[in-house]
C-alpha cells in the first residue's frame, strides 16, 4: 500500500507565502514524475506544477514565476513553495506521484489541504 500526505496548508493573507509539503510512504520502488494539482470549488482540478526524477520542471502560467517545485528524492517527498499569494490562488491542493513497485506502476494522489489567501 502507498500512501501520500500532504501538510502545510492554511490560512495566509495575500502576498504572503507557503510551503506545500508530500511524502510517499509504503512499497515504493521508484517514484517518477509529481505533481501539485488544486481544485477551487465550482472548477475542474488543474495542474499546478509538476517535477521528473531527474528534476525537470514544468509550471502553469497562473503559478509561474511565483511557484516553485523541487522533491527530495531520498525522501520520497515533492514540496510547492508559493509565494506573492492570490485569493485565486485559494483551492484544495492535492499531491500526485507516479510510483512503481514490484507488482506495477500506477498514479497515486494525496488527500488534498487547504490554503487559502484572504484577508
Known amino acids: 500500500q502507498v500512501q501520500l500526505v500532504e501538510s502545510g496548508g492554511g490560512l495566509v493573507q495575500p502576498g504572503g507565502s507557503l510551503r506545500l509539503s508530500c511524502a510517499a510512504s509504503?512499497?515504493?520502488?521508484?517514484?517518477?514524475?509529481m505533481g501539485w494539482y488544486r481544485q477551487a470549488p465550482g472548477k475542474q482540478r488543474e495542474l499546478v506544477a509538476a517535477?521528473?526524477?531527474?528534476?525537470?520542471?514544468n509550471y502553469a502560467d497562473s503559478v509561474n514565476g511565483r511557484s516553485t517545485i523541487s522533491r527530495d528524492n531520498a525522501k520520497n517527498t515533492v514540496y510547492l513553495q508559493m509565494n506573492s499569494l492570490k485569493p485565486e490562488d485559494t483551492a484544495v491542493y492535492y499531491c500526485?506521484?507516479?510510483?512503481?513497485?514490484?507488482?506495477?506502476?500506477?498514479?497515486?494522489w494525496g488527500q488534498g489541504t487547504q490554503v487559502t489567501v484572504s484577508s
Open positions: 500526485n506521484a507516479v510510483i512503481a513497485n514490484l507488482l506495477d506502476r500506477r498514479t497515486y
Open positions: 509504503g512499497r515504493i520502488s521508484s517514484i517518477y514524475t
Open positions: 517535477i521528473t526524477r531527474d528534476g525537470n520542471t
